[in-house]
């Protein structure tokens, strides 16, 4: 199993920029990719971004490409989330979760593990 711990959150004002991080150990192993998801009050909980952890190859919500930058340090089994022009609609609590598969990278059931998650909040 792989336990993942976020860090960053917090609240910014519109157009403000914030760094997600996203550090992962135990059977680091066994991991495809690692993705951020979102979940804001009410809603569902959305795909943001991903990275494959051997080729770097990036992946976007269509909401935060050009905005949003992922990004991963191997050394340190971290993942990075770099937030920039944020939007009162970019508040939520966002997780990072790892994945085993290539498969369906923007849909929830391809994570087995998930960290506890972080909050950012946009204020207009």
């Known amino acids: 199993q792989v336990q993942l711990v976020e860090s960053g959150g917090g609240l910014v004002q519109a157009g403000g920029s914030l760094t997600l991080s996203c550090t992962a150990s135990?059977?680091?192993?066994?991991?495809?990719?690692v993705g951020w998801f979102r979940q804001a009050p009410g809603k569902e909980r959305e795909f943001v971004s991903r990275?494959?952890?051997?080729?770097?190859?990036?992946l976007y919500a269509d909401s935060v490409q050009g905005r949003f930058t992922i990004s991963k340090d191997n050394a340190k089994n971290t993942v990075f989330l770099q937030m920039n022009s944020l939007k009162p609609e970019d508040t939520a609590v966002y997780f990072c979760?790892?994945?085993?598969?290539?498969?369906?990278?923007?849909?929830?059931?391809?994570?087995?593990?998930w960290g506890q998650g972080t909050q950012v909040t946009v204020s207009s």
């Open positions: 979760a790892s994945s085993p598969s290539v498969l369906l990278p923007k849909a929830t059931m391809s994570y087995n593990s």
């Open positions: 990275i494959r952890w051997s080729s770097a190859t990036t």
């Open positions: 135990g059977r680091t192993v066994s991991t495809i990719a």
